[in-house]
């Protein structure tokens, strides 16, 4: 079929185009211009796919992204490699044969099959025509290059769309008779092994279209597809890479789900230069597996709108996940809007050791003069990262909530020097480190925390450096060890407010119209810790001197002595509470002239802990 204006896609036959898990509106058509879908909780835009080819012909949504039984059926004109001479013994040289069939199909549009068989070849370069789909569908197919990857720095397979252009690689492998070794390093200039790019300079093509691919080696870049309007890789498998696997460049928007990519010297997955695209850009990179990389699991740089959801990282060599905004170099324009880094798995980020401030879990990085305006990091795992957990070295607005982390140094590092962040949220995450500190902030404006779980510090909780009016929550804290430490900032506050952590049940229970409670604050005069008790504890039964009335749930450094009041019905009078320094702050109560007390009134009781804010 000939289709001649943007109409709206079926969201059957056009899932990506709505993501209707992020709530987004679907694309529209407005006087034969695409419209953006933008989601207002997440700010992420979908650029409209619109007429980007001058009145040559114009692509729908429905058409960009279909199955692969669509592909083949609208393609127009279907050929066989077999038509064109190809042997397909894995002996014989079909360089000429798959040559004269991907030249000939691409200047007239079409399905160019493979049959399921091996081909022999050295390398292929190819113009697709302009406004001319082009379709490579295997069966199961094997292309085997010859190709050494250092003579003449040429690329394995390259297809050139002219403007206009689609092209799609559809289910085939592609090897090398001598395969590299990716830990042998980074190849040799681009000698990618399968590369779909625009023929012109500064003039995407259309559609890049990736599905079912395997990448068995390549000198450099195993998928790498540069100058598109809309670039979409998923079901690829590639593996064995002097180089990235998937290397994507100069694209409007582009979506990479459910491959797997392992063995690769350089980035697992990057996606980056949007240098020849303007303002624009978004990337979708979800569910992934990619293992063993020689630099970052997980990057991109320089897009508008980010989102990497649902990934598997395992052992890399730097960052687990990246996100890079701004004017850092060339490579990265455009500021981030909007970034959501959300359900990931990360495992043992920062094998290299060589590689200092590159090892983290996850990595938001900007210049000062291109902070990211919205980020958010969300029910990730980050298990064992060399480095800090997560890394952010900058930003305006920064939400960082129900993860689970373990690392080496701080499990999350706000700001680098330099650089600052606006708003800060850490909210619910288990946090677990072997460094001084677990929480590192720098510069920061305006820090809240609540609700966090952080164990395993040596030295303290949070580490304020340069920071001003951070708020401390109820979190809990592997205490006595020290707070938080102040380097230059200002305002701190902090209180943590909980019930205790358990009674002895057989004597003691809370008060249900007053239950006891206990608020830690920092003591300004003294630049120690106290906790206020509040409430009232039941008691029942023979109250002996000395006896276990349950834990505190904070351990004081030196067991403290509290007067309290405590009533047996008749008579109120003084009694001690004793705080353990051990047990989770087991309390004992002392001093009383009665066995049948009933109540212990914890209002105005004070208890000092030692250890310094």
């Not at 953006?36 to 796919?49: E, I, K, M, W, Y």
Request: aromatic share 8%.
């Amino acid at each position: 079929r000939q289709l001649t204006s943007p109409t709206t896609p079926s969201p059957s036959r056009c899932p990506e185009m709505f993501f209707p898990q992020f709530g987004a509106r679907p694309y529209q058509s407005q006087g034969g211009q695409g419209v953006d879908s933008f989601n207002a909780r997440t700010g992420v835009v979908v650029p409209a796919l619109g007429d980007y080819n001058a009145g040559q012909v114009t692509e729908t949504a429905d058409r960009l992204f279909m199955t692969a039984a669509e592909r083949v059926r609208v393609s127009g004109v279907s050929r066989s490699l077999a038509d064109f001479g190809a042997v397909g013994n894995g002996v014989a040289d079909d360089t000429g044969a798959i040559l004269d069939a991907c030249e000939t199909v691409g200047a007239e549009g079409g399905t160019l099959i493979i049959p399921p068989k091996t081909y022999r070849f050295s390398t292929i370069d190819f113009n697709v025509a302009t406004g001319k789909t082009f379709a490579l569908v295997g069966h199961g197919a094997t292309l085997l290059s010859t190709y050494d990857g250092q003579t003449g720095g040429k690329r394995t397979f390259c297809a050139r769309g002219e403007a206009g252009a689609i092209i799609r690689m559809v289910g085939f492998t592609l090897d090398h008779v001598a395969p590299p070794d990716y830990m042998d390093g980074n190849g040799v200039g681009d000698t990618s092994a399968l590369d779909v790019r625009s023929a012109v300079s500064n003039t995407p093509m259309l559609l890049s279209d990736f599905d079912g691919v395997t990448i068995a080696s390549s000198w450099w870049g195993g998928i790498r597809p540069y100058l598109a309007h809309y670039t979409k890789i998923s079901n690829c498998r590639v593996n064995n890479c002097r180089g990235s696997g998937l290397f994507v460049g100069a694209f409007k928007l582009f979506i990479a789900s459910d491959n797997i990519v392992s063995n690769t010297s350089d980035d697992g997955i990057y996606a980056g230069h949007t240098i020849n695209m303007g303002p624009a850009g978004a990337a979708i990179i979800s569910k992934n597996y990619v293992s063993s990389v020689g630099a970052k699991g997980v990057a991109t740089g320089g897009h508008k709108s980010v989102i990497l959801s649902n990934n598997t990282i395992a052992i890399t060599k730097a960052h687990g996940l990246a996100v890079h905004s701004g004017t850092v170099t060339a490579d990265y324009l455009s500021t981030v809007q909007a970034a959501r880094v959300e359900g990931n798995i990360v495992i043992d980020a920062g094998q290299d050791g060589t590689v200092s401030g590159a090892r983290s879990g996850i990595h938001i990085r900007a210049p000062q003069e291109a902070l990211p305006a919205i980020v958010q990091i969300h029910g990730n795992s980050i298990i064992n990262a060399r480095e800090r957990g997560i890394l952010s070295s900058g930003g305006e607005s920064l939400d960082i909530s129900s993860n689970y982390i373990t690392a080496t140094q701080p499990a999350i590092r706000c700001g680098v020097d330099g650089i600052t962040h606006g708003v800060v949220r850490v909210h619910n995450n288990t946090l677990v480190t072997q460094g001084a500190f677990c929480v590192e902030l720098v510069d920061v404006a305006n820090f809240a925390e609540d609700d966090n779980r952080i164990y395993g510090y040596t030295t303290t909780a949070f580490y304020l450096n340069g920071c001003t009016g951070p708020r401390l929550g109820s979190t809990e804290l592997s205490l006595p060890r020290s707070v938080y430490t102040n380097i230059n900032s200002t305002g701190i506050s902090y209180t943590r407010t909980g019930p205790f952590s358990g009674f002895n049940a057989s004597v003691a229970a809370e008060d249900t119209s007053d239950p006891p409670r206990r608020t830690v604050r920092p003591n300004g005069t003294e630049g120690h810790l106290v906790i206020d008790l509040a409430g009232v504890i039941n008691l029942s039964g023979t109250i002996s001197d000395g006896i276990y009335i349950g834990n505190l749930g904070i351990v004081p450094e030196q067991t403290q002595y509290v007067p309290v009041s405590v009533y047996n019905g008749t008579l109120h009078t003084i009694a001690t509470l004793q705080v353990r320094n051990n047990n989770n702050g087991e309390v004992r109560l002392y001093g009383h002239t009665s066995t049948n007390i009933q109540k212990i009134y914890l209002n105005g009781a004070t208890i000092r802990l030692t250890t310094p804010s």
